[in-house]
């Protein structure tokens, strides 16, 4: 790995750890039923991967569940979510093993996302209204994308910043923007209750869910690859 690529690795990696570390030692106090299922199906979530055509990266729909413990419980429950579930995307059937740096950036860059997304989105909004959590998807998604562009170029792969911005981007913004909607209509919803007393069988639902919106990604992602190889040819 290039230097400079290193060092922005590590940079946004130190970042992302004072972020947990600040959310660990400012924690709230916060309905735990909503945090504990919040995390669980972001765990269950960063499982649900879509590979990005073109690149080694994959999207999963862990933005649903990490944007609604954001809006509904705080910028500290988000980030511990997002660091954790990233952590699991990666080890999840990679492609190739990642290192030690690797996979504290991706979770760093997760974690960095959805607290930027949660302040901003703060300012634009009042926390929980639908509207915030649109605003928060595009931050999100803005943010992680840039951080992710930013080490593929710095690996010198050839592939300027541009077009790495442009290819993630196109990919991941419309999938992103359905989890801010659904992570809105969650919330809508009203609060989850005690953790003794939720159905098993709405956990169950939220993660059929989670994966059918992963499943026909997925399936719009290889349609959409195959007319593209067909109309080259």
Not at 189 to 197: E, F, N
């Amino acid at each position: 790995m290039p230097k400079q690529a290193i060092i922005f690795a590590t940079s946004v990696a130190l970042a992302g750890a004072c972020v947990v570390a600040s959310a660990a030692a400012t924690w709230p106090p916060l309905a735990m039923g909503t945090f504990l299922v919040s995390a669980a199906l972001a765990l269950i979530a960063a499982t649900f991967k879509v590979r990005i055509p073109g690149m080694t990266s994959a999207i999963s729909p862990v933005a649903v569940p990490i944007l609604f413990a954001a809006g509904t419980l705080g910028w500290q429950a988000g980030a511990v979510i997002a660091a954790s579930s990233a952590v699991v995307m990666c080890l999840w059937r990679p492609k190739t093993t990642p290192t030690l740096l690797q996979v504290a950036f991706n979770s760093a860059t997760m974690t960095l996302s959805v607290v930027l997304a949660t302040q901003a989105a703060n300012l634009a909004t009042p926390a929980g209204t639908f509207v915030w959590f649109v605003a928060a998807a595009v931050v999100f998604q803005v943010t992680n994308v840039l951080l992710v562009a930013v080490i593929l170029s710095l690996l010198g792969e050839g592939v300027s910043l541009s077009s790495l911005w442009r290819n993630c981007h196109l990919w991941s913004f419309p999938y992103e923007l359905a989890a801010g909607l659904f992570a809105g209509l969650w919330a809508q919803a009203g609060p989850l209750p005690a953790i003794s007393a939720l159905p098993v069988g709405a956990i169950g639902l939220a993660c059929v869910l989670l994966y059918l919106m992963s499943v026909f990604y997925g399936e719009v992602v290889d349609r959409s690859v195959a007319g593209g190889e067909l109309t080259t040819n």
